[in-house]
T-cell receptor, first 114, second 112 residues
Framework: DAGITQSPRHKVTETGTPVTLRCHQT?????MYWYRQDPGHGLRLIHY???????DKGEVSDGYSVSRSKTEDFLLTLESATSSQTSVYFCAISARAGGTNEQFFGPGTRLTVL | RKEVEQDPGPFNVPEGATVAFNCTYSNSASQSFFWYRQDCRKEPKLLMSVYSSGNEDGRFTAQLNRASQYISLLIRDSKLSDSATYLCVVMPISGGYNKLIFGAGTRLAVHP
């Protein structure tokens, strides 16, 4: 299995509080991604990174920010959590962009916003 | 309309059965196609890529029909361990950094 960890694995928080999720990889892959998964929807891309300090928005980026200060860490921050951000969050990594390059996923973080 | 559409199922089949899933995609310029497998409350994992000529990996066969914009996954001789959700995944040609578009998944339940 690819060396990807996510922390925390479960979190319950209240509306309006800030939340930071961490993704850590030991594969030295260049590309990292944050997705959310909700019932009835496929995984949807929130933000991605193509290198240290290089990030860009995905399709559902509103209310989220990211940072990547080291190759191995990619942080997802909810500045002021809302109930609509209750979801399962997956981090993914890939060595290259495009082609048939595989994305490897972390175990996920289950976030509940009350 | 969703970019990638799948029948959510569930498909309930006995062990040993053959089962097929289809998936349709809306972007005719899509470049790459995949099937991922996701077990309950686990992360998705790549099952197989889908090539234009079709490809087979053991009991699993994937086909691509660009004219009709669908891909399929055939599972022969189903095992209990095949029970999972199967995600159809498409990479648009303009997706840039390996952006993937995921379907919501088709659930398969194999029973004894």
């Amino acid at each position: 299995d690819a060396g990807i960890t996510q922390s925390p694995r479960h979190k319950v928080t209240e509306t309006g509080t800030p939340v930071t999720l961490r993704c850590h990889q030991t594969e030295n892959h260049r590309y990292m991604y944050w997705y959310r998964q909700d019932p009835g929807h496929g995984l949807r891309l929130i933000h991605y990174s193509y290198g240290v300090k290089d990030t860009d928005k995905g399709e559902v980026s509103d209310g989220y920010s990211v940072s990547r200060s080291k190759t191995e860490d990619f942080l997802l921050t909810l500045e002021s959590a809302t109930s609509s951000q209750t979801s399962v969050y997956f981090c993914a990594i890939s060595a290259r962009a495009g082609g048939t390059n595989e994305q490897f996923f972390g175990p996920g973080t289950r976030l509940t916003v009350l | 309309r969703k970019e990638v559409e799948q029948d959510p199922g569930p498909f309930n089949v006995p062990e040993g059965a053959t089962v097929a899933f289809n998936c349709t995609y809306s972007n005719s310029a899509s470049q790459s196609f995949f099937w991922y497998r996701q077990d309950c409350r686990k992360e998705p994992k790549l099952l197989m890529s889908v090539y234009s000529s079709g490809n087979e990996d053991g009991r699993f066969t994937a086909q691509l029909n660009r004219a009709s914009q669908y891909i399929s996954l055939l599972i022969r001789d189903s095992k209990l361990s095949d029970s999972a959700t199967y995600l159809c995944v498409v990479m648009p040609i303009s997706g840039g950094y390996n952006k993937l578009i995921f379907g919501a998944g088709t659930r398969l339940a194999v029973h004894p």
